[in-house]
């Protein structure tokens, strides 16, 4: 055989082989490998290739700009002298909210492709791998950075290749996806109106504006959790921002680049410090921003008093019935010795303050820690609704004089009897507030969303003035002389109300029965009936051991009993709700409705469609009476009949952190939260808290125009 003869079947060989494909890599939660778009290469010849990620279901990668948080895909490559590779070609990023936060990444599959080019010189004939190191943050609730080292091999042919094989398609996809230069003139200017940012051009005359939004390339310099607000112009719009720190400093950006999402399209822009161009708005007003009192423009002064408005509120929430009348019976017992009623009120008032403030402390870091919680996180944990549910057994039973507890009702919600009954009254204000964490009354919610997104100590003082509002009304009548001397003297009467009170906690019982089944399912039911009467066996012993003889026998039996009881309620209701279907949290409806998801939304707000969206949660007593006194109503179901809307319902009874960004978005800590979208896609009206059904009807006749 000849020497050229031999280089002529090298050749051919190479024609016929295709680019060898490694196997992909799994770094944990994902798996990465890169692919090409043609399966050999020319000398001289560029080519596209991929970095391919499949990533794991609920987790997600991190675009060019992270947003609020994270960490770019990154890649290093090895190669051969004379090769070379471009950057990524980056894919539209997907708004990923996280608590107060936005980032900017990516889920499910995407391909970041990139040029690669071959040297002249490059041996026809041989076979070349191609070796690179690729970098990943990968986030669930917690992010793990994770490593790949990948490989290509691609012959090497006389002629160039064409694209072809399994990746060819793909890759043109995502090239095709990639926001792309077009005629567009943008602008910005930051001023007392805020950031505005104009954008004109023909390919945005006559487009779907309604989802527009921008992602800029620098990660400082716009607020990333805001909302943006859209004006519409004849050949264009201007899009409301929030600044960031970078505009602060003496030399502010005079250029801000990143992606405008107009539509459908991506477009690749690079505005310029200056005016606005007219065309970009003019044709009507901003998108509709949310009524109602709204967190964005609230400041300390106007947070405390909405604070303490909400506080006193509270107070006749339907939560709070059970404990109001306890609070009422240990003043009365109190009501003609004034001494004795001011250290009560003062201790329920100390009570009351550091239950709020513990609350806020663990919210406050449980959100530093990353977590999307709000206002009633820990009825949304089956161990702690389980502990709450056999606490209000017990206070039941004590009242129902199962067993004692001090020698007067002032010892109601403590372990602890002390003179005066001052830890009583201390413990009552704590089962207050742990009673009233489900409600949400008005005023509370603009205050405690924008309590949560500002520092610490700001925080704690709105927590600490809903405290104060809260336990005003009683705090006043302890110190008013006038109002203690109408109140009957103690006497066998208050027996009888003792045990007429010991109705409300039992149903508080009941109801925090009916959430753990929600959350935890049947299983979790029957485990939390079972060890409910193991704790009321445990009461009836301690009860029993009072004045006995063999007192520490029986007393002994009763904590281990009790302690029994406790863990066959908090063990098995977490697993219960670990292995609990997601449609076992949905509380019954007699509205139809659809579950929420992001994804419907965007698809009900494309096509013209009004929305109405209920967040709800089965702890919330204020969503359930609202259920029950406005929403599950005639008239509010032939309105939706009638005006097309379509109702979504976001059930937040256990942790949920879509939901919980959608209302930090809205500036809410909890729920419960209504928006309903009008057909012409603006930003949602936000309801009041307090609903009834003509207001409702009316809130949907207006969105369908």
Not at 409 to 415: N, P
Not at 546 to 569: F, I, K, N
Request: glycine residues 10%; contains cysteine; proline residues 8%.
């Amino acid at each position: 055989m000849t020497p050229r003869f031999a280089g002529l079947i090298l050749a051919l060989l190479a024609l016929a082989a295709p680019a060898a494909q490694a196997a992909p890599v799994d770094t944990g939660h994902l798996k990465a490998e890169l692919i090409a778009q043609t399966q050999a290469i020319a000398p001289g010849q560029t080519i596209q290739v991929a970095l391919r990620q499949e990533i794991d279901k609920g987790w997600h990668t991190y675009w060019r700009n992270p947003g609020d948080s994270g960490e770019a895909t990154k890649i290093a490559w090895t190669l051969p002298p004379g090769w070379s590779a471009g950057d990524f070609v980056w894919q539209p990023p997907e708004p990923q909210p996280a608590g107060p936060l936005v980032n900017y990444g990516y889920s499910g599959e995407v391909l970041l492709p990139m040029t690669l080019t071959a040297p002249a010189n490059a041996p026809v004939g041989q076979t070349i791998t191609l070796k690179a190191a690729a970098a990943f943050l990968v986030c669930e609730e917690i992010c793990i950075p994770e490593d790949a080292l990948l490989e290509l091999t691609l012959p090497v042919q006389a002629q160039p290749a064409q694209p072809s094989g399994r990746w060819a398609a793909p890759i043109a996809r995502a090239l095709d996806a990639a926001p792309r230069r077009a005629d567009l003139v943008a602008t910005f200017q930051n001023n007392d109106q805020g950031l505005r940012l104009a954008v004109t051009g023909a390919p945005l005359a006559g487009a779907d504006l309604a989802d527009s939004y921008f992602f800029p390339f620098d990660g400082a310099v716009i607020d990333h959790a805001a909302a943006q607000t859209i004006e519409r112009g004849s050949q264009g719009m201007t899009l409301g921002l929030t600044a960031s720190y970078a505009f602060q400093g003496p030399e502010p950006p005079q250029v801000m680049a990143g992606v405008l999402k107009a539509g459908d399209a991506y477009y690749e822009i690079e505005a310029q410090a200056g005016p606005l161009a007219p065309e970009a708005s003019g044709l009507g007003p901003p998108a509709a921003r949310p009524s109602g009192l709204s967190a964005a423009g609230l400041g300390l002064p106007l947070a405390l008093a909405f604070a303490v408005l909400g506080g006193l509120i509270l107070n006749l929430m339907p939560c709070v019935f059970p404990i109001l009348a306890m609070k009422a019976a240990s003043l009365a017992g109190h009501a003609h010795e004034a001494s004795g009623a001011r250290r009560q009120g003062l201790a329920f008032l100390a009570g009351v303050l550091v239950t709020f403030l513990a609350l806020a402390g663990v919210l406050i870091a449980a959100q530093a820690a990353g977590a999307a919680v709000g206002w009633g996180f820990q009825l949304q944990s089956p161990p702690v609704v389980a502990a709450l549910c056999l606490l209000m057994l017990a206070v039941a039973l004590n009242l129902s004089g199962v067993f004692e507890i001090g020698t007067s009702l002032q010892g109601v919600g403590s372990g602890l009897a002390t003179r005066g009954g001052l830890a009583g009254a201390f413990f009552t204000g704590v089962l207050a507030v742990v009673v009233a964490a489900p409600c949400t009354a008005p005023f509370m919610a603009p205050a405690l969303g924008w309590a949560l997104t500002q520092p610490a100590a700001a925080a704690l003082l709105v927590f600490a003035a809903l405290g104060l509002g809260f336990a005003a009304p009683f705090v006043a009548v302890a110190f008013a002389p006038a109002l203690l001397a109408r109140l009957p003297r103690p006497g066998p009467w208050m027996d009888h109300l003792r045990k007429v009170l010991a109705f409300p906690m039992y149903g508080a019982a009941a109801w925090l029965l009916w959430v753990l089944t929600l959350q935890a399912g049947p299983m979790g039911l029957a485990r939390l009936l079972a060890a409910a009467i193991v704790l009321a066996l445990a009461a009836w012993l301690y009860g029993l051991s009072q004045g006995r003889s063999r007192a520490l026998a029986l007393r002994g039996g009763a904590a281990v009993l009790g302690a029994l009881a406790l863990l066959a309620a908090l063990i098995p209701a977490y697993q219960s709700a670990a292995i609990a279907s997601p449609e076992a949290s949905g509380a019954v409806a007699e509205l139809p409705y659809e579950p929420y998801s992001a994804q419907r939304l965007a698809e009900l707000r494309a096509q013209g469609t009004p929305v109405f969206v209920n967040f709800t949660a089965a702890w919330c007593v204020t969503c359930q009476v609202n259920e029950q006194v406005a929403l599950a109503r005639e008239g509010v179901a032939q309105a939706l009949t009638e005006t097309g809307t379509v109702y979504l319902k976001g059930d937040w009874t256990r942790k949920d952190d879509v939901i919980a960004a959608e209302l930090a978005r809205h500036g809410r800590a909890g729920v419960p939260l209504y928006l309903v979208y009008d057909r012409a896609g603006a930003e949602p009206v936000i309801l009041p808290q307090i609903l009834t059904e003509g207001l409702v009807v009316r809130a949907l006749e207006a969105a369908a125009g």
